[in-house]
Structure formats: structure tokens, C-alpha cells
């Protein structure tokens, strides 16, 4: 009886926070996975680490991609396959200058969208991981966010104030105008494949391979880190929070290219509810006794007028949100090695 070959995806900045675990979701899936990365040296800690023996097997494989931003950067690497994540963009909230960053947002979305027009019939779906911060404007408040919300805002306050727009706009409107030209090329050129859109709120949760050090630990999950270490947390991590595990955020991704059908023109909220460090500070001092002199007790916030409805994706796919206790959890669990 003949073996049915696996099918290939796509996933550019495999070696990111998020996009490792998409990676190994779509090898727990039984695919295979092809990603992207500016430098192979820099997947080392996959492909001798926690995907080693997906690698060795060949159903992980990582192709160089320099420069993501220049048209037909993806060519080759989309030859073949399936379906193409995009998760490769900048991302951070300490941005001080918009131009980088939103022409990296924008010209990395163009170019591997121009390169899936090439990627050949077989292609199914290609699935775009926006943000939040593509749905939440300047709302009126009190206001429950949902798949029908655009940030109408932040792209406009960039425009007239440049860098003094401050660092949380200009990512916003990085996310805002990279989606934006997502669903711009669906509707100019009505390709055969699903098109997808994934827009997660904080993602937290473990890292599938550990982070170099403290230090490196990713910005959306380092609020789980300075709690457990007793540190302070900075502006705008030690605001009212909301979170989604990096495994959900993975599972919608899955999900959604075994349903292209289903999610072809969609947004999904990846939302698991609130979750700041208030709640960290709680979930830490009750399963870490022995350090409640150094997790500092963190008072609960006032609560905000806005809300967000993740019922969608819910719906869709049949299962919940992990919980924010769990996700903490394993989060500090992973952290353990730095204390």
C-alpha cells in the first residue's frame, strides 16, 4: 500500500517565540515544515534541539531568507508547498522611528504574498498572523472588540506625529497597514487559496526552546519572568492585560489550513481573557511558596471600559482557550533555569 506523501508548509521566521511552536504543531499534525530564517545558525536550537528528530527524518527543513522585504524573497521557499504562515515581523513595543518598522511590516507581507501567486496549484491557504493592535483604535469606550474592528487610528498618528507618535503606536500602525495590505491583495487578485488572518492579544506561555538568558526572553511573556524574579515590570506590561497561550495561537493556525474552506476571508481573535500581572503575581505566590518574599503581591487594577469576544474562533474550532493559571505556569516552569 502506498504511503500518501505528507504535505509541506510554510513558515517564515521559524525561529521566533511564536512561529517554533506553530512549527511544532504542524509536525504534531503530521506535516511537514519548511521555515524561513534570516541565518540558519540562528534555528540551531530546533534543528539540534527541540525539533531534531523531525529534522533528521527530513520533515523539518530551514532555508535561508536574508531579507524578507525584498520582492521575491520567498520564491524557492514557497515552491511546493501547501500552505504559507506568515509570522515573521517586527515585534516590539520599544519602537522609537516608524519608517523601519512599518516598511519592514508592509514590503515582508507584500513580497511573500507576491511570492504564493508563484507558489504553484497545489497551495491551499496561506495564513497571516496580524494582532490585536490591528483591531484597537480609538473606540469609543465602553466597547467590546470583536473580528469587525479596525485600528483606525494609530496608522493616521503616525502620519502626523512620526517618532513622537510613541513606540505603542507605531507598532500598532505597523500591524494595522501590514493586515491591511493582506486583505488588499485578497480583494485585487481573488487568488485560489484560503487567506486568513489570526489576530492574537498577548501571547504568553512556554517557549518550545529555551531562551539564550534572561535577558532574551521574549517581550509578550517577559511580564511572567519579572514577576517570578521579584523585578519591576515596565510600561505597558504592568497595565491591565489580556493573554492567549502560544499553543492556541499555534492550534488556530493549524486549524485553519486543515479548514481553508471554512476560514478562507476570516480574522480570529486568539483571546484567552484577562490576564495581567496581578494575576501572575496571585497564580506565582500560591504554587511558589517558598518564594513569596520575592514575588512581590501586585494589587488588582481598575478595570477598564473595553472587552473582547473571541467566540469566533471558540465556535469555529470546537475547543477553549488554555487557561491563564496553566499558561503562567508553564511559562515559569520554563524560567526555572534562569533564577
Do not use: C
Not at 82 to 104: G, R
Not at 178 to 196: C, G, I, M, Y
Request: aromatic letters at 8%; hydrophobic letters at 40%; charged letters at 20%.
Amino acid at each position: 500500500m502506498a504511503i500518501e506523501a505528507k504535505e509541506i508548509v510554510l513558515i517564515s521566521g521559524v525561529n521566533g517565540y511564536i512561529a517554533a511552536q506553530v512549527a511544532k504543531a504542524f509536525l504534531d499534525a503530521r506535516f511537514k515544515v519548511r521555515g524561513t530564517t534570516r541565518k540558519t545558525a540562528n534555528t540551531k536550537s530546533l534543528t539540534e534541539g527541540a525539533l531534531k528528530a523531525a529534522f533528521e527524518a527530513g520533515d523539518f527543513e530551514v532555508v535561508e531568507v536574508p531579507d524578507i522585504t525584498l520582492p521575491g524573497a520567498f520564491d524557492e521557499a514557497v515552491r511546493g508547498v501547501s500552505a504559507i504562515l506568515h509570522t515573521a515581523a517586527p515585534v516590539s513595543l520599544n519602537f522609537t522611528d516608524p519608517e523601519p518598522v512599518l516598511h519592514a511590516a508592509i514590503q515582508g507581507t507584500s513580497s511573500i504574498l507576491d511570492s504564493a501567486l508563484k507558489a504553484g496549484p497545489q497551495l491551499k491557504s496561506l495564513v497571516f498572523m496580524s494582532s490585536i493592535a490591528a483591531l484597537m483604535g480609538a473606540q469609543q469606550q465602553p466597547h467590546t472588540f470583536t473580528e469587525e474592528d479596525w485600528n483606525n487610528y494609530s496608522e493616521g498618528e503616525v502620519a502626523r506625529s512620526g517618532k513622537a507618535a510613541g513606540s505603542i503606536h507605531i507598532y500598532f500602525a505597523s500591524k494595522t497597514a501590514a493586515e491591511r495590505t493582506l486583505w488588499d491583495f485578497q480583494k485585487k487578485h481573488s487568488p485560489s487559496f484560503a487567506v486568513t488572518s489570526i489576530n492574537p492579544v498577548l501571547v504568553t506561555g512556554p517557549p518550545l526552546v529555551p531562551f539564550k538568558d534572561a535577558n532574551s526572553i521574549n517581550e509578550t511573556v517577559r511580564n511572567v519572568w519579572e514577576v517570578f524574579a521579584g523585578l519591576d515590570v515596565a510600561p505597558p506590561f504592568n497595565a491591565p492585560g489580556t493573554y492567549v497561550d502560544v499553543r492556541d495561537v499555534a492550534r488556530l493556525f493549524v486549524w485553519s489550513v486543515q479548514h481553508p474552506e471554512k476560514a478562507d476571508g476570516e480574522r480570529y481573535i486568539a483571546y484567552g481573557g484577562p490576564g495581567g500581572i496581578h494575576q501572575i503575581s496571585q497564580i506565582l505566590r500560591e504554587h511558589y511558596p517558598e518564594r513569596r518574599d520575592i514575588i512581590k503581591e501586585i494589587p488588582a487594577p481598575e478595570s477598564g471600559g473595553t472587552s473582547i469576544d473571541a467566540s469566533k474562533a471558540v465556535k469555529a474550532t470546537g475547543q477553549e482557550f488554555i487557561k491563564f493559571e496553566k499558561s503562567v505556569l508553564d511559562a515559569a516552569k520554563a524560567f526555572e533555569i534562569y533564577l
